[in-house]
């Protein structure tokens, strides 16, 4: 509800990408500040990834800039790897690494980028697999693990490299319904614990519960931002308006 | 007819000759199976650069020395390069034509291993700050190498084949060990053991292709 | 400079090459004559093999399968070998031309028959139901139903088995075949000079390269995808 702090820990601004000819996002500005929770809805192609992954530059913007806690991810002296481990990321199909257990998983950034010898690498993994409520799942390997259950190693992966940000895109999109809530549930105590998330979702009633702000994007543009119950109640623009009730009918 | 083809008297005559020749042929697979290994994993490696100026020589070699019959490159290296005053030895040039040959073939099979790893996979590695190389290393390869393990293992089996070639450059490996003993013998029993040898040997792993094979067949249907 | 004149002196001589060219080009269709009749005999052996097998019956289809094995697990040269130097003993006397064509059809038709065997067991169970429920024979289901689908998924590995297997023909240098490797290294020796065995390195690039781009080709088109 509150406008961005000072210094927020995410400014992107005037990002605009093209993929050959395509044109996928026209000049966004995105200001997330600490401890906030920013959602983000749209349609099907209007941009919503590309967006996230222009946050970590897995996706090289066209132009603009991205700052990230201070660092300017598009600098070319920047160091992306070192950067990206304060930015944490969630895919809408896990992908975990299916020839490790799920310890593996979470350790193997600890280990290779962060230098964490194995035995404390080992400790803080265990650490982050008990927040997700899997520490009895440390020695499975992924395809033992139900999609929910993926999904929270997942976001163990992410939150032991202790990120400021962490980007969700879609993470529920692809579980059973019955599964969903598990993941919903990690991802509530990640926010009450004051970690910053820009979660892409279709999730509603999470984004009523715990979001601050909810952004509508249609064909590369935030077309409107508001706290979410102007948002989903009394959206000022007709696009949004047709979005909404689409996704309420569902 | 087995008087003439597994000669008992003769067979025993030639076999210490004949082992003295598997010996050879075991240590110069354990060789050149890893030398061609290593030369598959770089031609692997570098087929993940998307960079025209890199992909279209990187094809160029693997074809060019997927088109050369390896026998031609061995006698190429064997009885031309001396001429140009490059001596390497029947040794050398065996291993410097299996590296070039069996590389090709190796890096052919590891990318498509490669090609096989969803996206997601480098991209999640990336994204918690892994270089491109250690995603290349510690996530996508382990993987690779597991989908393509059939391919894998049906292109060593040929390599260990292949080692009968460096009879032809005088290496006393098993083949020529067989020829030395036949012409020395008149009789054809020594080749034939050396099959049998050969056969006993490569069976079994002629046996597990096959099932993996059919295994890989089932999924894909 | 000095050193690129002898180079080119050395693996590109100009007379020397103008003296053998004309062996390397009878080399090339010797090759050629071979490489055909390894492919044409290997393929339809394996063919038939694998519609033997078909039939199931239980020790033919094992005599098959050893078959199969001992082909797959055998070095070539050591059969073309065998071949040429073993069939004497018993009063049959194969040419170097004969012992190699027999040898890398065996092969070749080994290989063949593990692919279309395989090819044919991929189509799924109701392909054969189908068409029996339609009142067609075995052998009408085998060869109208099964064998056009099979025959697809087997193209690319089927091609690059027989782009490796053909390129064998080399080895037949080894039993005094005239192929082109064969022609290039009696040219060596009698012209104490490497080029005519640049040429024939360039004859087996002519011939094998626009193979292998074409198997490469054919991979991406057919690849195992439905
Ligand atoms: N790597 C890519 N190459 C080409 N086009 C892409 C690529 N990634 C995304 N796009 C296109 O960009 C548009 C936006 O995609 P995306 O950001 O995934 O949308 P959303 O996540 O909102 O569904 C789509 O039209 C998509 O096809
Ligand atoms: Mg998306």
Known sequence: ????????????????????????????????????????????????????????????????????????????????????????????????????????????????????????????????????????????????????????VAIARAIALEPRVMLFDEPTSALDPELVGSVLQVMRELRESGMTMVVVSHEMGFARAAADRVLFMDEGMIVEAGPPAQIFAAPAQERTRAFISQIKHH | MIETFLNAAILKAAWPILLAGLGNTLALSLLVVPLGLAGGVVLALLSTVRVQWVRWPLMAWVDFFRAFPPLVLLIFLYAGLPFAGLEMGGFGCVAVAFFLNTGAYYGEVLRAGIESVPAGQIEAARSTGLSRLQALAHVVLPQAVRNVMPDLLSNTLEVVKLTSLASVVALPELLFQARQAQSLTYNPTPIVAAAVIYFLLLWPVVRLLSRLENRALAGRR | ?????????????????????????????????????????????????????????????????????????????????????GLPSVDLVPSGFVSTWISLALVLMAFAEEIFWAGITAVPRGQWEAARSTGLSFGQTLLGVVLPQALRITIPPLTNRTIAITKGTALGSVVAVSEILGQASSAVSNSYNPSPLTLGAAAYLVLFLPVVVLGRWIETRFAWKR
């Not at chain 1, 990321?89 to 975990?96: E, G, I, K, T």
Request: proline share 5%; net charge positive; with cysteine.
């Open chain 1, 1 to 152: 509800m509150t406008p961005p702090a000072a210094t927020p820990i995410v400014r992107a601004t005037a990002i605009h990408k093209h993929f050959g000819a395509l044109h996928v996002l026209k000049g966004v500005d995105l200001e997330v500040a600490e401890r906030e929770l920013v959602f983000v809805i749209g349609p099907s192609g209007s941009g919503k990834s590309t967006l996230l992954r222009c946050l970590n530059r897995l996706e090289e913007p066209s132009s603009g800039s991205v700052v990230v806690d201070g660092i300017d991810l598009l600098d070319p002296r920047t160091d992306i790897n070192h950067a990206r481990q304060r930015i944490g990321m969630v895919f809408q199909s896990f992908n975990l690494y299916p020839h490790m257990t799920a310890l593996g998983n979470v350790t193997l950034a600890l280990r290779k980028v962060a230098g964490r010898g194995r035995a404390e690498a080992d400790a803080i993994g265990q650490a982050a697999l008990a927040r997700v409520g899997l520490a009895d799942r440390a020695g499975h390997m992924p395809a033992q693990l139900s999609g929910g259950q993926q999904q929270r």
């Open chain 3, 1 to 85: 400079m000095g050193n690129w004149d002898r180079f080119v002196e050395t693996f590109f001589n100009a007379k020397v090459m103008a003296k053998y060219w004309p062996d390397i080009l009878s080399g090339l269709f010797v090759t050629i004559e071979l490489a055909a009749l390894i492919v044409v005999t290997g393929l339809i052996a394996g063919l038939a093999l694998a519609l033997l097998r078909s039939l199931g019956i239980r020790p033919l289809n094992w005599l098959i399968v050893f078959v199969v094995d001992l082909f797959r697990a055998l070095p070539p040269l050591v059969i073309i070998v065998l071949i040429y130097f």
